[in-house]
Each structure stands twice: as C-alpha cells, then as structure tokens.
T-cell receptor, first 113, second 113 residues
Framework: DADVTQTPRNRITKTGKRIMLECSQTKGHDRMYWYRQDPGLGLRLIYYSFDVKDINKGEISDGYSVSRQAQAKFSLSLESAIPNQTALYFC????????????FGPGTRLTVL | SQQGEEDPQALSIQEGENATMNCSYKTSINNLQWYRQNSGRGLVHLILIRSNEREKHSGRLRVTLDTSKKSSSLLITASRAADTASYFCATDPGGTSYGKLTFGQGTILTVHP
C-alpha cells in the first residue's frame, strides 16, 4: 500500500549495531503498529501507538524501542542488534474508530549477521 | 502464544475449486479479520466479521464465525491462480485492548492453473 511506506526495504547489519527502521503514512491515521514476521510464526506485535503521545509495548518488545515523531511517523529501533532479530518487519496503521482494519507497509527485510 | 491457530497450514488446489481455511482462537473477541499476504509483501485486509455476526460475504469470499466454538472459516469460491498467497486470521479483543490484533500463523494457499 503506497500510503504506508517503510525505509529501508532491505538491510543487512552486524551484531551489536544500532539500527532504525522508519515508517511514514499519508493516510491520516492516528494508530500505528510495528510487527515482526518470522517463517511459520505469523505476525507478532512489537509496539503500538494510538496517538502521538501514546506508546505501548506489544507481545515482543524486549530489545526494541520506538519513537512517534509525528502523527505520520513511527520509527522502530534496535539498540544492539542480535541475529535472532533477523526477520521481516512491518508497519501498519489504522483509524482511531470503527472496526480497526489495518493497512500495512511493504515491509523491511532485516538480516543481522 | 498465538491467539489464532489456522488449519490447514498449507492447501493446494486447482483453479476453479473452492478453498476453505479455518481459524480457531482462545479468548473472547470484538471482531475477527482476515488478511492476505503475497510472498514477502505487506498484508492486505480482506474482510472483517463482528462478534455478533455469523456470516459475511465479499465477492468470492465468505466468512463464518462461531463464537461458541471460537472458530472462523474463510471460503474462497472459484479460486484463481492469483489467489495464491498466505492467508491470516487476526482477532481483536476489544475493550481496553481494542485494536490490538493478534495474528494466526497463516495458511499457505497454492492455486494451480
């Protein structure tokens, strides 16, 4: 969905490096989410934000931090990357009302060596 | 642990046949959603069914929900090769966790031309 963009799309980094994944949206949605996807495990929620001043931990937040710089921007950081953080990372957005259909970005494929 | 468990894990059919995927969950929900993911790409929302609904249709998609059995099924009729993708169910618990989706591991559907 071109309305939700993620950068970079692919990243290879080394153990111990700090890395930031960025998400931007033009949908005007209040809610934003970060997920990781591992083969055979579906998507797991890392962090979510229901508005600019609201940040919440998800199912697997250890080793990650986030920043909601504006309504349209939500960044995910790995302070010290480790190999088991190798995964596909998705950002998603939704409106702050209704039944919460989520709109996903194209994903960032992260490899930690 | 995953809220949604999907069955089967993989399904292979011929074009024109129907495809049925099932999702079971453990706790009460506000709504259940189905998403499609083409290989390595972001998820796309297909259909949402509320907890007080039993069946919903959208084009070639039919979703049923049985809250007494905590299960849902997605039927794709007259499948096409373009339907080849992974399909995920996601549950929304509502209440104070409203909007915090939990995804199943997915069903990989292959439709042979």
């Amino acid at each position: 969905d071109a309305d939700v963009t993620q950068t970079p799309r692919n990243r290879i980094t080394k153990t111990g490096k700090r890395i930031m994944l960025e998400c931007s949206q033009t949908k005007g949605h209040d809610r934003m989410y970060w997920y990781r996807q591992d083969p055979g495990l579906g998507l797991r929620l890392i962090y979510y934000s229901f508005d600019v001043k609201d940040i919440n931990k998800g199912e697997i937040s250890d080793g990650y931090s986030v920043s909601r710089q504006a309504q349209a921007k939500f960044s995910l950081s790995l302070e010290s990357a480790i190999p088991n953080q190798t995964a596909l990372y998705f950002c998603a957005t939704s409106v702050n009302r209704g039944m919460n259909e989520q709109f996903f970005g194209p994903g960032t494929r992260l490899t930690v060596l | 642990s995953q809220q949604g468990e999907e069955d089967p894990q993989a399904l292979s059919i011929q074009e024109g046949e129907n495809a049925t995927m099932n999702c079971s969950y453990k706790t009460s929900i506000n709504n259940l959603q189905w998403y499609r993911q083409n290989s390595g790409r972001g998820l796309v929302h297909l259909i949402l069914i509320r907890s007080n609904e039993r069946e919903k249709h959208s084009g070639r998609l039919r979703v049923t929900l049985d809250t007494s059995k905590k299960s849902s099924s997605l039927l794709i009729t007259a499948s096409r090769a373009a339907d080849t993708a992974s399909y995920f169910c996601a549950t929304d618990p509502g209440g104070t966790s409203y909007g915090k989706l939990t995804f199943g591991q997915g069903t990989i559907l292959t439709v042979h031309p």
